[in-house]
């Protein structure tokens, strides 16, 4: 609490106005510049302005003006940002934002003024399920549960039987587990125990004991910023690499994480939307041109506000550029399917506004210049939200919990 | 298992002390609750992680680390708190002020992605102990804080340094009007506690990992370690550190959902009968 009263005085809103002279279309970008979620929220602005940049800034004739705004990693921060640009501001439409707690502040604000909301990282399963708003679309984002699905059952079919799960308390990390406790003992796997730790733990070895004689075949654990390097880190030095393998939520090997690390990452299987080590030409020259820019590759944070952008760009153009249109605007975005995006093969929503991908089983290898990357090694074709549920009678069942991980 | 989670909180409680008992000597002596203690730690680590991936030795890195947060804490000592002495609430606001200045400074200079101080090769991997694979490192860290007690119990135990230490934590005024130079003593105590601070950011980077945020995670068991041993003993911030470190590991295990109580539960317990701490003393 104390922290937010000092930075949000240092949070200037920083700008990037393209040439025009009039009537550019104006976005609202919020994202945490400050605050636990910060490393995360540099990027989302690094990726999202790098599009702007590929495409010098205009989009069917008319300039475009983004406001950067700081959420501080604070809902009520990213609640006032959120007015200020729409009240004062006078921004078409909003985007980006990092934390849940931050997003549904912002799409609780919107649900009254109906301002178009996009986010590209924002994965709380109910805002495109079962308290889904019309003007909240989550272009080029995924659902939490969403990936954990087709990672469960390559799990199954490598033939695991019994997995344990490790993950932070909360919503993000219960949707995760739940996704793939659901698929995995739907197949006839056993999910023998569930670890549940609060988020920042300092020490993860009481875990590795409890692990390591859990007397399971495989581990997936959904762990995200410092508490995925520790975890890491705690199951190779405690001897469990090489003896029990590990699988993680897209956030555990994301470049955000494995960036800094090194042997004891490597081998690390996942399943996402985006893997920065595919052979797809245009991702390869889209994770070629982050690089060059930003000196590191692209995380989920990147890579996801790049390809939102690009898709609400491409939407804008077959409407001749008629941000002012809040309903047009939203009816275009759900109809684009994106093609030529960093994400690789084409991706369209579904009718809950989620999206619909190819969804890539990675697993992190090292390059030859040494750097860690995912490089996928399956894929999933066109996997939903729902993926082998029917939406209905999904929707009927509770959303994930710590009590709720699929019908036992 | 047993002795595999006793390892853990043997190891968890020596980091603990090393960082606790630099933040125990400047409360004890100085009166200053100097909530910037774990900026000073963090501050240590990112040292650390910078000398000794560039030189390739982790000693050079710890003692980077040392020497750099020493001299921090002599820039905090004279260019700051200097101002405000004696005056409690300022004091806090104050170190409180530095250390979210830190912390967005790492911010800026490091970004906000995790990193980990490197090992040397002999401290990576696992030994058997007690039957159980334990990753070298810990073990180092455990031997480390044992043998860091022994330095400093003998430095305030056996030397004029130490006497004087412990004449000012139980009397300062006296001390003074005994005509010793007070504030040369204050500042070298506070520039070893920092080093300590310093020393705990080299050892906990190397495990625990460096992010904006460690900071104040570090800093709530320190604060929790030296409330319970008492103000300025030596002997409260080793057992508070092996009290919380072991409570750490086996609320984690025993009772997961409620690992945050299990630490600080007891320490509100034990407060309500000796609010002094277990070792502290009215001032």
Avoid at chain 1, 82 to 98: D, K, P, S, T, Y
């Amino acid at each position: 609490m104390k922290r937010r009263i000092v930075l949000a005085t240092l949070a200037a809103p920083a700008m990037l106005r393209a040439q025009g002279t009039s009537g550019p279309i104006k976005i609202g970008l919020m994202a945490p510049l400050t605050g636990v979620a910060a490393s995360g929220g540099r990027e989302i602005v690094e990726g999202f302005q790098m599009y702007f940049e590929t495409i010098n800034g205009r989009i069917g004739g008319r300039a475009v003006e983004v406001t950067v705004e700081d959420d501080a990693s604070n809902p009520d921060t990213a609640l006032q940002k959120a007015r200020r640009l729409v009240e004062q501001g006078n921004v078409h439409f909003l985007f980006g934002n990092l934390l849940a707690n931050t997003g549904l502040a912002v799409a609780n604000y919107v649900r009254g003024t109906g301002t178009p909301y996009f986010i590209p990282v924002i994965a709380a399963d109910d805002l495109t399920q079962r308290s889904r708003l019309p003007n909240v679309v989550r272009v080029a984002g995924y659902s939490a549960s969403q990936f954990s699905r087709p990672l469960a059952d390559w799990a199954y079919k490598q033939g695991f039987r019994r997995i344990a799960t490790i993950s932070q308390d909360y919503t993000f990390g219960h949707e995760q587990c739940g996704g793939f406790a659901q698929k995995f003992t739907s197949l006839g796997g056993r999910v023998l125990q569930q670890f549940w730790h609060p988020l920042n733990t300092s020490d993860f070895s009481p875990y590795m004991g409890q692990l390591a004689n859990a007397g399971v075949d495989a581990i997936f654990a959904m762990e995200t910023g410092a508490d995925a390097t520790r975890l890491i880190q705690a199951y190779a030095s405690f001897g469990l690499k090489g003896r029990i393998p590990l699988m993680g939520a897209m956030n555990a090997s994301d470049q955000s994480v494995i960036r800094t690390m090194g042997a004891e990452a490597e081998g690390i299987v996942s399943a996402a939307h985006f893997a920065e080590g595919s052979t797809n030409a245009i991702t390869q020259a889209f994770v070629a041109d982050y690089d060059r820019r930003f000196q590191k590759l692209p995380s989920l944070y990147g890579f996801s506000h790049f390809s939102g952008a690009m898709w609400v760009a491409e939407a804008l153009k077959t409407i001749g550029a008629d941000a002012e249109n809040r309903e047009r605007l939203l009816a275009a975005v759900r109809a684009t399917t994106l093609t030529g995006s960093p994400l690789g093969a084409p991706v369209s929503l579904d009718a809950y506004g989620n999206p619909v991908y190819d969804a890539f089983i990675r697993r992190v290898v090292r390059r030859p210049d040494g750097k860690l990357w995912n490089a996928p090694i399956e894929t999933y074709p066109r996997v939903d939200q729902f993926w082998g549920f029917e939406p209905e009678a999904y929707m009927r069942q509770p959303a994930y919990s710590r009590a709720f991980q699929g019908p036992r | 298992m047993l002795g595999f989670q006793l390892l853990n909180g043997l190891t968890f409680a020596a980091l603990l002390f090393v960082v606790a008992s630099g933040f125990t000597l400047v409360f004890g002596l100085l009166r200053i609750v100097n909530l910037a203690h774990g900026a000073l730690y963090l501050l240590g680590g990112y040292v650390a992680y910078e000398v000794g991936g560039r030189s390739g030795s982790f000693a050079a890195g710890v003692v980077a680390a040392m020497v750099a947060v020493a001299l921090a804490g002599l820039a905090l000592d004279r260019g700051l708190l200097r101002f405000v002495k004696g005056q409690d609430l300022r004091q806090v606001l104050l170190t409180v002020g530095v250390g979210l200045v830190l912390n967005d400074l790492f911010l800026v200079i490091w970004g906000g992605d995790a990193f980990t101080v490197p090992t040397p090769e002999a401290l990576q991997g696992a030994a058997v102990v007690m039957g159980v694979f334990y990753p070298k490192y810990r073990l180092f860290v455990l031997l480390a804080g044992v043998a860091i007690f022994v330095l400093l119990w003998l430095v305030m135990n056996r030397t004029r340094y130490g006497a004087l230490i412990r004449a000012g934590v139980d009397d300062a005024e006296m001390l003074s009007a005994t005509g010793v130079d007070q504030g040369r003593l204050f500042v070298i105590t506070f520039m070893l506690g920092s080093a300590l601070a310093g020393l705990g950011g080299a050892m906990g980077g190397a495990f625990l990992s460096l992010y904006p945020g460690a900071d104040a995670e570090i800093l709530v068991f320190s604060l929790a370690v030296v409330i319970i041993g008492g103000r300025g003993s030596l002997e409260g911030a080793a057992i508070g550190a092996l009290l919380i470190g072991l409570l750490n590991t086996f609320g984690q295990v025993w009772f997961p959902e409620l690992s945050y109580f299990v630490v600080f539960g007891p320490m509100a317990l034990l407060l309500a009968f000796r609010p002094y701490g277990l070792f502290g003393r009215a001032a």
